[in-house]
């Protein structure tokens, strides 16, 4: 695979050395306007991960799960899925950090290490990208687009619970 990019590499500053692009100025603009992205980003970013955080560790997650406790039992969501469910349209890592717990206390192989799994690799950090992508774009209605987002969210969530029981 590594490889693969190399080749891929290489053939597109062959083709820009063809077409007489001038290489290094335009590696230059391309670092130059990436960091620009990255400052222009970097608000909304520390703002979901502090938030992230701020959920985590001030018992709100907790109470959260409590509340939605019956919901999701309803719709078929495991109850030790939840705070996953919760966390994941946030925070990446947080997430990540749920599944390790998750596979630590029940195994990865049980049935709710392989729900844990399959819900993480098919949701999003819907926050995340819509604040990443959005707020590069200069996008800023997003109300309907992170609705619905969180609704797929919701909804891979109950089919993955029914499909891994």
């Known amino acids: 695979m590594n490889g693969f990019i190399l080749i891929v590499i290489l053939l597109i500053l062959l083709y820009g050395y063809i077409q007489k692009v001038p290489l290094f100025d335009a590696f230059l603009t391309g670092a130059k306007d990436g960091m620009m992205a990255a400052v222009q980003i970097l608000p909304s970013l520390i703002a979901l991960l502090g938030m992230t955080a701020l959920l985590r560790t001030s018992g709100v997650l907790s109470l959260f799960v409590r509340l939605l406790s019956p919901l999701f039992s309803f719709v078929?969501?495991?109850?030790?899925?939840?705070?996953?469910?919760?966390?994941?349209?946030?925070?990446?890592?947080?997430?990540?950090?749920?599944?390790?717990?998750?596979?630590?206390?029940?195994?990865?192989?049980?049935?709710?290490?392989?729900?844990?799994?399959?819900?993480?690799?098919s949701t999003e950090t819907t926050f995340y990208v819509t604040s990443l992508y959005f707020s590069a774009g200069g996008i800023k209605k997003t109300g309907r687009i992170i609705a619905i987002a969180l609704l797929a969210d919701v909804f891979t969530a109950v089919v993955a619970s029914f499909l891994c029981k």
């Open 76 to 121: 078929g969501i495991m109850p030790e899925l939840i705070p996953t469910v919760i966390l994941r349209p946030l925070s990446g890592s947080g997430s990540i950090a749920l599944l390790t717990d998750i596979f630590k206390t029940y195994g990865a192989d049980s049935v709710i290490g392989k729900t844990a799994s399959v819900l993480m690799a």
